[in-house]
């Protein structure tokens, strides 16, 4: 034993100088969530990044949060109308938020202070932290106030790849055929689809959207904020079922966990 002592010390001292250093240097993998704010508003964090995805949170009666409660990063807007573009210059002038926008509608807000990155259909970016393309949104997009309308450009959806996962946010829209082309080119593991029908896609027609998109869930979003657009969303998540999909409906405030 007495041989052995000095090799024994040197182990010990070896392993308390640089264990800790390898298992500090061991790669931390910092949980991804979503969280449904209500009608098309999401947040998404990774830990570090939180984007916030039309954040219209005054004025609507299902938010689970206030404008000046919410510290985004980052503000994803998918058109100018104020179901929509809600609280973003709010909070972008508040907490320095960059806010990501269709072209036109980034310029206007930019004109107002606030910090913008202006894209269009089609176009992606990368963002530290991760990658954003635009697609497209059968919809509109305008400002109105009063008896004025200013134009905002085309709408649009976000497809978001973050920490290796991709989130598609369809944005306002109808059923179209290029979703085929989207789930295609992409693996999605979340597709947030409307379902509310009158100004965006009904259940019937986000069916067949969340068919041709094959995403591993798919949430539903844009529905009970307004007696005009009342819908069962269980029972939309029952018929993906029926379809061999998976759906999950999110309450207000209510988390959903993309990778822990």
């Not at 985004?72 to 938020?97: M, S, V």
Request: glycine share 10%.
């Amino acid at each position: 034993m007495g041989l052995l002592l000095p090799f024994y010390c040197c182990y010990l001292y070896l392993t308390s100088q640089y264990f800790p250093i390898i298992m500090w240097h061991k790669e931390v993998v910092i949980m991804l969530k979503l969280i449904f704010h209500g009608h098309a508003c999401f947040s998404i964090t990774d830990g570090t990044y939180n984007l916030i995805i039309d954040p219209f949170l005054k004025g609507n009666p299902l938010a689970d949060v206030q404008a000046q409660e919410v510290n985004p990063t980052h503000i994803l807007l998918t058109h100018g109308h104020a179901d929509h573009l809600g609280d973003a210059l709010e909070i972008a002038a508040r907490t320095a938020a960059l806010i990501i926008a269709p072209n036109e509608l980034a310029l206007y807000l930019g004109h107002k202070g606030v910090k913008t990155v202006a894209m269009h259909i089609g176009g992606s970016r990368r963002f530290p932290f991760g990658r954003i393309k635009l697609t497209p949104a059968w919809h509109s997009s305008a400002i109105i106030q009063g008896q004025e309308i200013i134009y905002t450009g085309a709408p649009c959806g976000y497809l978001i790849e973050i920490q290796d996962e991709t989130i598609y946010h369809a944005g306002d829209t109808g059923l179209f055929g290029d979703m085929q082309l989207i789930g295609a080119r992409s693996q999605l593991d979340l597709a947030l689809l409307p379902i509310g029908d009158n100004y965006v896609m009904g259940p019937e027609d986000a069916l067949i959207a969340a068919e041709m998109l094959g995403a591993k869930v798919t949430i539903p979003m844009h529905y009970d904020t307004f007696p005009l657009i009342e819908q069962d969303p269980y029972l939309f998540v029952d018929n993906l079922s029926k379809k061999g999909l998976k759906g999950q409906v999110l309450k207000p405030g209510q988390e959903y966990v993309i990778k822990d």
